[in-house]
């Protein structure tokens, strides 16, 4: 079965490794490439690191430190406990659209939403056709804007631009007064949380909010049929580790590879109103920037699994730019991360 595994794998210009027992087994010509010769005589561990080599799960997605870059893995388990592993260098959105692009159609924005507020202001006691009419063009706004803010953070995390203020902070504290805000106004599915009573670390309280939303967001806005979401927080060591899985359709085996490098709109209609794809991303870049990494589990019509590991004391990039600042949460927050997924009554807040 190894022999032909290797065989096979060896004829495909994809730069894959055959492991069993947490030992390379075989690595064809493009993972000696992209990883360095020396890949064949390392562990899975010494490789890829401890965390993707102690997954148990069938078939997973992720990414890791390997070869002195940051790499793609799609990881497979075949019949005997050997596993095939498909390795990709990750690109990067640098050329995806340009900072000045960025500060004009913020601005833009800007002038759009205070017009908004405007009309809002004016227009109290109108009919419902005008308030139906308001609650949808803010809520495209903030749709946009989620998109300029993912962006924003997997090109700042890449370019080590982006402002990363580590600081300490309560985290189980700050995602269940998160959670509690979510289900304020998304009382379906129903969400849990399970944390231990406290939890602390340094981190950037606003980049973690993101990430948490950008999950709840990635579950409800493609988890068909779901009904339960669990968020769970623990710690491991150095390591906290956020969980969060639904009940929902699951991904399609032949689609679980693609959603750690959807950088851009794939051009499928059907989610178009899901925006371009680009939370995940945000999510993995975050997490990197926490001293983690981000890895995903999904079986169609059973659900998917998102694991996210932070450091608990995580090194800021730039000592400059990561000076701790007091850290200000409004109903923009969840507004803006759950964009997508929020009924229309969500964004008739003139009073807010």
């Known amino acids: 079965m190894v022999q032909l595994s290797a065989a ?11 492991a069993k027992g947490g030992k390379i087994l075989f690595a064809n010509d493009a993972a000696c490439s992209l990883l360095g010769p020396t890949c064949r005589e390392k562990s899975l561990a010494a490789l890829l690191g401890k965390e993707i080599a102690g997954m148990q799960a069938p078939a997973f997605v992720g990414e890791a430190e390997a070869g002195g870059q940051r790499v793609l893995l799609r990881i497979k388990s075949l019949e005997g406990g050997t596993r ?13 659209i ?7 159609l913020r601005a833009e924005l800007m002038q759009l939403g205070t017009s908004v507020s405007l009309i809002r202001a004016q227009s109290r006691g109108a009919g419902e056709s005008v308030n139906s009419a308001l609650r949808g063009i803010s809520q495209c706004l903030f749709r946009i804007n989620r998109t300029l803010q993912n962006l924003s953070v997997i090109r700042g995390a890449e370019q080590e631009t982006l402002s990363f203020r580590p600081q300490p902070l309560e985290l189980c504290r700050l995602l269940r007064d998160l959670i509690d805000s979510v289900r304020l106004n998304l009382p379906q599915p129903e969400i849990l949380f399970n944390a231990p009573d406290d939890l602390p670390i340094r981190g950037d309280p606003a980049l973690l909010e993101m990430l948490v939303l950008n999950l709840l967001s990635n579950c409800l806005s493609h988890a068909t049929g779901c009904t339960r979401i669990r968020v769970s927080l623990h710690g491991s060591g150095e390591q906290v580790i956020l969980s969060v899985n639904d009940d929902g359709c699951g991904i399609p085996a032949d689609k679980l590879h693609t959603v750690l490098e959807r950088y851009r709109f794939d051009g499928n209609l ?11 991303t945000a999510v993995r ?3 990197r920037l926490h001293g983690g990494t981000l890895l995903l589990e999904s079986r169609e019509g059973i659900g998917t699994a ?3 590991s932070l450091h608990r004391s995580p090194q800021a990039l730039n000592p400059v730019k990561a000076a701790a600042l007091e850290y200000n949460k409004d109903y923009n927050t969840i507004l803006t991360g759950l964009a997508p997924c929020l009924p229309p009554e969500a964004f008739d807040m003139p009073d807010r």
Not at 9 to 17: I, M, P, V
């Open 270 to 280: 059907t989610d178009a109103g899901h925006g371009p794809g680009l939370g995940l």
């Open 306 to 308: 998102v694991r996210v």
């Open 285 to 287: 870049e975050i997490a």
């Open 98 to 104: 340009g900072d000045s692009f960025l500060y004009t």
């Open 84 to 96: 095939v592993i498909f390795v990709a260098p990750r690109t990067t959105v640098e050329a995806l």
């Open 8 to 18: 096979l794998l060896s004829l495909t210009g994809e730069a894959a490794l055959l």
